[in-house]
């Protein structure tokens, strides 16, 4: 079957300083990749959507200096948060696919910063 | 822009009555868009429950089921009869294709033995 992982699934990092999570598609080509993010008490917001052969397309408050993702093939992406501050804590959640089918999503990596 | 607005909180229902979870969308920029719920249980990633693509139709999954009214622009979620086990966090969402979901605010469900 088709699964999602993410990793690590929890993170503490310092302000400040940069963190960089990983999401694994295994089963099926991820031929489009969205992160996402949940901070406390609100839903998950898209970041970025990630699409082979595309531009990385970041949305509205996101920035690719800011949250910088790769996706060298059709089974890995990783984004880092960088220069995390306490309003980027928070759930990342990654959501996988391939072509226009079912959208997979990993656990998620829960990110806390002190 | 493109939205979602779900009944926000917590839902507590009795084991065997009936739910709704309402949901309105929001598409402004996707004429037709694809509508889903997902569920999340404790301690599971976010998995999806139904989803409806064509405007007029149902969805159907463990009992759950949502109609996608495009006259109210609405998908609201709905079961009979619900079981302990259909405690979790329910998401609205809509997508165009090739677009990622959005979602709403998500409904934490609890259900009483």
């Known amino acids: 079957g088709a699964l999602v992982y993410q990793y690590p699934r929890r993170t503490i990092c310092k302000s400040g300083t940069s963190m960089r999570m990983e999401c694994q598609a295994v089963g099926f080509q991820a031929t489009s990749v969205a992160w996402y993010r949940q901070s406390p008490q609100k839903t998950f917001e898209l970041i970025a959507l990630?699409?082979?052969?595309?531009?990385?397309?970041?949305e509205q408050n996101f920035t690719q200096e800011k949250f910088p993702i790769s996706h060298p093939n059709l089974s890995f992406s990783s984004m880092t948060v960088l220069n995390a501050y306490l309003e980027d804590r928070g759930l990342y959640l990654c959501?996988?696919?391939?072509?226009?089918?079912?959208?997979?999503f990993g656990k998620g990596t829960r990110l806390t910063v002190v | 822009g493109d939205s979602v607005t779900q009944t926000e909180g917590q839902v507590t229902v009795s084991e065997s009555k009936s739910l709704i979870i309402n949901c309105t969308y929001s598409?402004?920029?996707?004429?037709?868009?694809?509508l889903f719920w997902y569920v999340r249980y404790p301690g599971e990633g976010l998995q999806l429950l139904l989803k409806?693509?064509?405007?007029?139709q149902k969805g159907s999954s463990r009992g759950f089921e949502a109609t996608y009214n495009k006259e109210a622009t609405s998908f609201h979620l709905q079961k009979a009869s619900v079981q302990e086990s259909d405690s979790a966090v329910y998401y609205c969402a809509l997508s165009g294709n090739n677009n990622a979901p959005r979602f709403g605010a998500g409904t934490k469900l609890s259900v009483k033995p």
């Open positions: 990630s699409t082979v052969n595309s531009a990385i397309k970041y």
């Open positions: 959501g996988a696919r391939q072509g226009d089918t079912e959208v997979f």
């Open positions: 409806v693509i064509t405007a007029g």
């Open positions: 598409a402004t920029s996707i004429g037709y868009p694809n």
